[in-house]
């Protein structure tokens, strides 16, 4: 086993996990000649089929085998220079500059961060064949190769201009209502998953008048500084953001209460590195538990 190089190995892996050679290719950025090439080099070399096509598409046990000594040799290279978060923008605007400030990383690490999949299937994926080193957002479901542990916790309010025409420091629903919103355009079912007691169908949501929508939440945070438009936001977020904007932290009109709870995700293979980088710490004295 010790003869097969590393290629062949992240190929039958991904074709393990995503069961088609067409799916593989696009996860490893390769073409499907090469996963062909690739699984039939490892065929010659170990005379097994490694994959069979009864009842669909399913590994033997040797490419069983190879897949775990796959999962082993990852873990022995855990500590790279490399480092995929996937998360939305505000949390990688903090995170990125906690890292680089601590001694939890180095100048020669790369950060490299990504949107975050929509579908909890797909971040489970990323995250089983390390594409994706950190996932930050919503509770994903139980998986034994993932470690998931709650970031932080804050409760929601709204965001607003700190030089806004009526607003001061607390909102009532008259002015609720009269406000343009800025709303992030995110799948709704992961942002429901995040907050907890937001109800979309309720009026308070469906009649409210959208102005602003966008992924990027650090460009809504811009037009919130610059406008009388308003915008939920977990409160977690508004040090970080006020350093940069000129906006304030607002408490929703009475009645209304939800909480914000973000997730770390990551392969049990991270483990040790995660702890080395204590990310709860970035979030230290502005977290609302």
Not at 258 to 269: E, G, I, Q, S, V
């Amino acid at each position: 086993m010790d003869a097969i190089n590393i290629k062949q190995l992240r190929v039958i892996d991904a074709l393990i996990e995503h069961k088609t050679a067409t799916k593989a290719a696009r996860v490893l950025k390769i073409s499907c000649s090469v996963i062909s090439y690739t699984l039939k080099q490892a065929r010659e070399f170990y005379d097994d089929p490694l994959f069979t096509r009864d009842n669909g598409f399913k590994p033997t046990k040797l490419a069983l085998k190879l897949q775990k000594k796959f999962q082993e040799l990852q873990t022995l290279s855990v500590a790279k220079k490399e480092l995929i978060i996937s998360t939305p923008t505000v949390v990688e605007v903090i995170l990125a500059n906690y890292i680089h400030n601590t001694s939890a990383s180095n100048e020669s690490t790369l950060l490299r961060f990504n949107s975050l999949a929509y579908s909890p299937e797909e971040r489970i994926r990323n995250l089983r064949n390390r594409t994706i080193d950190l996932d930050i957002g919503s509770r994903l479901p139980t998986d034994s190769s993932i470690i998931s542990c709650r970031l932080l916790q804050s409760e929601m309010c709204v965001m607003a201009s700190q030089n806004h025409t009526f607003i001061d420091d607390s909102l009532t629903m008259e002015e609720w209502f009269k406000c343009g919103h800025l709303r992030w355009f995110w799948d709704p079912d992961n942002l429901t998953e995040m907050v907890e007691g937001m109800d979309l169908s309720a009026p308070v949501f469906t009649k409210r008048r959208i102005r602003y929508e966008s992924v990027n939440l650090l460009s809504m945070a811009y037009v919130c500084a610059r406008s009388d438009f308003i915008m939920l936001m977990p409160k977690v977020f508004i040090e970080t953001l006020s350093q940069y904007y000129k906006i304030k932290a607002v408490t929703l009109p009475e009645g209304m209460s939800m909480t914000f709870d973000c997730y770390l995700h990551y392969n049990r293979a991270m483990k040790d590195q995660v702890k080395r980088l204590a990310l709860a710490s970035a979030f230290t004295g502005v977290s609302v538990n």
